[in-house]
C-alpha cells in the first residue's frame, strides 16, 4: 500500500475511537505507557477458596501523568474470579497503611485470547518517573480440579492447580517472583519453569527478569488437599422485618461437598473407629457465625428438626456449630434450614432523611465456604414504599410481593441475587424505605375484627343453642 494513503485511514479509525466511548458499556481504555518494577505474588492455596495477594511496584515512563493501572486475567481466571480488591500502601512493615482504590471491569483493544481486564484507579496520577506500590486481593473458587476424579474412604484427595509461572500483564515486568503455598508437603509433581524451587509448603517461581508484556508460561501442580470443599449449591436468605420489634431470618441451604468423589462402599464403623485415616477430606461438622443476641435458633433437615447443634454466644457474635445427619463425602449432598429470631433495635436504623432502613450483613454465614447462588430476599413490613437496595457491589435486583396472614396488601419483597459468593462478601448493606406509621395499626385491627367475629360467632352459636332449648 503507498505511503501517502495512511492519512486517509486515520481520520475514520480516530473517530471510530471516540464513538465507541459512548457506546461501550465497560470503560474502554488504553494502555499507558507503565512499567512494573517489581512483582510479587503469593497464591493461597490451603483451602478451596484460593487467595491470591499481589504487590506491584508501577512506574509511568511517560510524560503524561498515569491515573489507572490495569490487571490481567487469563479467560480460565476470569471465568472463576470472586472478588478483586485493590489497596495504595505507604511506609514500612508496622507502620504500612493501606487504602483501598477503586477496581472496575475494562475492556482494552490490544489483549490476546478473551484475556479479561480491570482497571485501578490511583489517588494521585502518576508524574514522568513517580512510582507507586499497589496492593492486589483476589479470590478464585472452582479452581482446584480434583485427580484422580473418584476416591475411596480410605484415600487422601489430590488435586491439580493451573497457572502461570509469568505474570500476565499489559505492562514489561522488570522482576518478578511467584510463591505457591500448599496445605501439606505432599505435592506429588509441578512444572518447573526455572529457576523454580520447592521448600516444605512453599513451591517459588523466579525471580524471573525482564518479562515482556503478555508473557505467559503455563504451570501444573499436583498437591494434597483434604480442607473441606463446601459448596453451597443455593442459599436464599429471608430476613424478614416486622415493626413489632423482631427481624426473622430463615436460610435454606443446599450444600455439597465438590471434592473427589466418592467411590465404593461407605463404612461408618470404619469412620468412627479411625478418624485420623479415613474420610480425610470429608466433613462433618458446620460453623455458622450469626449476629449477637440470637435468639430461638432452630437446625432442620428433610425429616425434621436435627437437635446435634451447639449455640455459642457472646455480645460480638454467636457461633452454631452443628452436624448434618452423616458426613458428607465427594459429590455428596445435604439439604437443610436454618432459622433465628434477632432483635429489630440492633438492625433497623432511622436515615436524616426520615427514611427507615435495615442495614445487615451479605453473604453466607457458614465459614469457608462459597455460594455459587445466593438468592437474598428482604422483607419490608406491610405499606413500605419506595425501597432501594445499597450494596458495594454489583447485584441484580428486584421486587416481589408475599402475603401472609393478617397481610391486607401484602408485602414488598427486595430481592438480591449474586453469583459466586466468598467471605469476602460479607459486608454489611442497606435496604432503605419509606413506611407511613399508620401501617402499624392493620396487624392489630386485623386482629380485633377476627376476634370481633369470633365473638359474634360464638354469641350467635349460644344464642342458637339456647334457642333450642326452649
Ligand atoms: C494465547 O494463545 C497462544 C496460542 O494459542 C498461546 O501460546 C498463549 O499462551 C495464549 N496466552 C494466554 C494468555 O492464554
Ligand atoms: C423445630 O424447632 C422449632 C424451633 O424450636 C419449633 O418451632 C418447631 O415446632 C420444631 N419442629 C418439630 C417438627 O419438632
Ligand atoms: C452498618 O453496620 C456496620 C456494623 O455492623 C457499621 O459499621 C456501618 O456503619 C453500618 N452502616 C450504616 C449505614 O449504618
Same mark, same amino acid.
Given at each position: 500500500?503507498?505511503?501517502?494513503?495512511?492519512?486517509?485511514?486515520?481520520?475514520?479509525?480516530?473517530?471510530? &475511537?471516540?464513538?465507541?466511548?459512548?457506546? *461501550?458499556? +465497560? #470503560?474502554?481504555? =488504553?494502555?499507558?505507557? %507503565?512499567?512494573?518494577?517489581? !512483582? $510479587?505474588?503469593?497464591?493461597?492455596?490451603?483451602?478451596?477458596?484460593?487467595?491470591?495477594? &499481589?504487590?506491584?511496584?508501577?512506574?509511568? *515512563?511517560? +510524560? #503524561?501523568?498515569? =491515573?489507572?493501572?490495569? %490487571?490481567?486475567?487469563?479467560? !480460565? $481466571?476470569?471465568?472463576?474470579?470472586?472478588?478483586?480488591?485493590?489497596?495504595?500502601?505507604?511506609?514500612?512493615?508496622?507502620?504500612?497503611?493501606?487504602?483501598?482504590?477503586?477496581?472496575?471491569?475494562?475492556? %482494552?483493544?490490544?489483549?490476546?485470547?478473551?484475556?479479561?481486564?480491570?482497571?485501578?484507579?490511583?489517588?494521585?496520577?502518576?508524574?514522568?518517573?513517580?512510582?507507586?506500590?499497589?496492593?492486589?486481593?483476589?479470590?478464585?473458587?472452582?479452581?482446584?480440579?480434583?485427580?484422580?476424579?473418584?476416591?475411596?474412604?480410605?484415600?487422601?484427595?489430590?488435586?491439580?492447580?493451573?497457572?502461570?509461572?509469568?505474570?500476565?500483564?499489559?505492562?514489561?515486568?522488570?522482576?518478578?517472583?511467584?510463591?505457591?503455598?500448599?496445605?501439606?508437603?505432599?505435592?506429588?509433581?509441578?512444572?518447573?519453569?526455572?529457576?523454580?524451587?520447592?521448600?516444605?509448603?512453599?513451591?517459588?517461581?523466579?525471580?524471573?527478569?525482564?518479562?515482556?508484556?503478555?508473557?505467559?508460561?503455563?504451570?501444573?501442580?499436583?498437591?494434597?488437599?483434604?480442607?473441606?470443599?463446601?459448596?453451597?449449591?443455593?442459599?436464599?436468605?429471608?430476613?424478614?422485618?416486622?415493626?413489632?420489634?423482631?427481624?426473622?431470618?430463615?436460610?435454606?441451604?443446599?450444600?455439597?461437598?465438590?471434592?473427589?468423589?466418592?467411590?465404593?462402599?461407605?463404612?461408618?464403623?470404619?469412620?468412627?473407629?479411625?478418624?485420623?485415616?479415613?474420610?480425610?477430606?470429608?466433613?462433618?461438622?458446620?460453623?455458622?457465625?450469626?449476629?449477637?443476641?440470637?435468639?430461638?435458633?432452630?437446625?432442620?433437615?428433610?425429616?425434621?428438626?436435627?437437635?446435634?447443634?451447639?449455640?455459642?454466644?457472646?455480645?460480638?457474635?454467636?457461633?452454631?456449630?452443628?452436624?448434618?445427619?452423616?458426613?458428607?463425602?465427594?459429590?455428596?449432598?445435604?439439604?437443610?434450614?436454618?432459622?433465628?429470631?434477632?432483635?429489630?433495635?440492633?438492625?433497623?436504623?432511622?436515615?436524616?432523611?426520615?427514611?427507615?432502613?435495615?442495614?445487615?450483613?451479605?453473604?453466607?454465614?457458614?465459614?469457608?465456604?462459597?455460594?455459587?447462588?445466593?438468592?437474598?430476599?428482604?422483607?419490608?413490613?406491610?405499606?413500605?414504599?419506595?425501597?432501594?437496595?445499597?450494596?458495594?457491589?454489583?447485584?441484580?435486583?428486584?421486587?416481589?410481593?408475599?402475603?401472609?396472614?393478617?397481610?391486607?396488601?401484602?408485602?414488598?419483597?427486595?430481592?438480591?441475587?449474586?453469583?459466586?459468593?466468598?467471605?469476602?462478601?460479607?459486608?454489611?448493606?442497606?435496604?432503605?424505605?419509606?413506611?407511613?406509621?399508620?401501617?402499624?395499626?392493620?396487624?392489630?385491627?386485623?386482629?380485633?375484627?377476627?376476634?370481633?367475629?369470633?365473638?359474634?360467632?360464638?354469641?350467635?352459636?349460644?344464642?342458637?343453642?339456647?334457642?333450642?332449648?326452649?
Amino acid at each position: 500500500m503507498p505511503m501517502e494513503e495512511q492519512p486517509h485511514f486515520r481520520v475514520p479509525l480516530s473517530l471510530l &475511537l471516540i464513538f465507541s466511548l459512548f457506546l *461501550l458499556p +465497560t #470503560s474502554f481504555s =488504553s494502555t499507558h505507557d %507503565l512499567q512494573i518494577l517489581n !512483582a $510479587e505474588r503469593r497464591i493461597d492455596l490451603t483451602s478451596h477458596i484460593i487467595k491470591v495477594y &499481589l504487590t506491584l511496584k508501577v512506574e509511568n *515512563l511517560e +510524560t #503524561s501523568p498515569a =491515573s489507572e493501572v490495569h %490487571l490481567a486475567f487469563s479467560p !480460565a $481466571e476470569a471465568e472463576h474470579l470472586a472478588i478483586v480488591k485493590a489497596a495504595a500502601t505507604s511506609g514500612k512493615r508496622k507502620k504500612k497503611t493501606y487504602i483501598p482504590l477503586d477496581v472496575k471491569s475494562a475492556e %482494552l483493544p490490544d489483549g490476546p485470547n478473551g484475556t479479561k481486564f480491570f482497571t485501578v484507579t490511583l489517588l494521585t496520577p502518576l508524574n514522568k518517573g513517580e512510582t507507586a506500590t499497589l496492593e492486589v486481593l483476589y479470590i478464585l473458587t472452582h479452581s482446584l480440579e480434583p485427580f484422580p476424579v473418584e476416591i475411596t474412604q480410605s484415600e487422601s484427595q489430590l488435586v491439580y492447580f493451573r497457572d502461570s509461572a509469568i505474570l500476565l500483564s499489559p505492562y514489561h515486568v522488570k522482576e518478578q517472583t511467584t510463591f505457591i503455598k500448599t496445605p501439606s508437603t505432599r505435592v506429588e509433581s509441578f512444572t518447573v519453569v526455572d529457576p523454580a524451587k520447592r521448600a516444605g509448603t512453599e513451591l517459588k517461581y523466579g525471580p524471573y527478569e525482564d518479562q515482556p508484556p503478555y508473557s505467559y508460561s503455563p504451570v501444573l501442580v499436583h498437591f494434597e488437599n483434604n480442607n473441606p470443599f463446601a459448596v453451597v449449591e443455593e442459599l436464599e436468605r429471608e430476613i424478614e422485618i416486622s415493626h413489632w420489634g423482631n427481624v426473622q431470618v430463615t436460610e435454606r441451604y443446599r450444600l455439597v461437598h465438590a471434592g473427589a468423589r466418592h467411590k465404593g462402599a461407605f463404612s461408618r464403623v470404619e469412620y468412627q473407629t479411625r478418624p485420623d485415616a479415613t474420610g480425610v477430606s470429608s466433613f462433618k461438622h458446620l460453623l455458622a457465625k450469626l449476629p449477637p443476641k440470637v435468639h430461638s435458633v432452630y437446625y432442620r433437615d428433610e425429616i425434621g428438626n436435627v437437635s446435634t447443634s451447639n449455640l455459642r454466644t457472646d455480645y460480638r457474635k454467636s457461633e452454631l456449630e452443628f452436624q448434618p445427619r452423616y458426613p458428607l463425602f465427594g459429590g455428596w449432598k445435604s439439604t437443610f434450614v436454618i432459622g433465628y429470631g434477632l432483635p429489630l433495635q440492633d438492625f433497623l436504623f432511622e436515615s436524616p432523611d426520615g427514611r427507615r432502613y435495615l442495614n445487615f450483613t451479605f453473604g453466607c454465614p457458614l465459614t469457608q465456604t462459597v455460594v455459587d447462588k445466593l438468592i437474598l430476599k428482604v422483607v419490608l413490613p406491610e405499606g413500605s414504599k419506595d425501597p432501594t437496595a445499597v450494596i458495594p457491589f454489583q447485584v441484580d435486583q428486584h421486587l416481589e410481593i408475599k402475603y401472609s396472614y393478617l397481610d391486607v396488601i401484602g408485602r414488598t419483597v427486595v430481592v438480591l441475587e449474586k453469583s459466586n459468593v466468598v467471605p469476602e462478601h460479607n459486608v454489611p448493606f442497606q435496604v432503605y424505605y419509606t413506611f407511613n406509621p399508620i401501617f402499624m395499626l392493620a396487624e392489630p385491627l386485623m386482629l380485633s375484627i377476627a376476634i370481633f367475629l369470633f365473638f359474634v360467632a360464638s354469641v350467635s352459636y349460644l344464642h342458637a343453642d339456647l334457642s333450642i332449648r326452649k
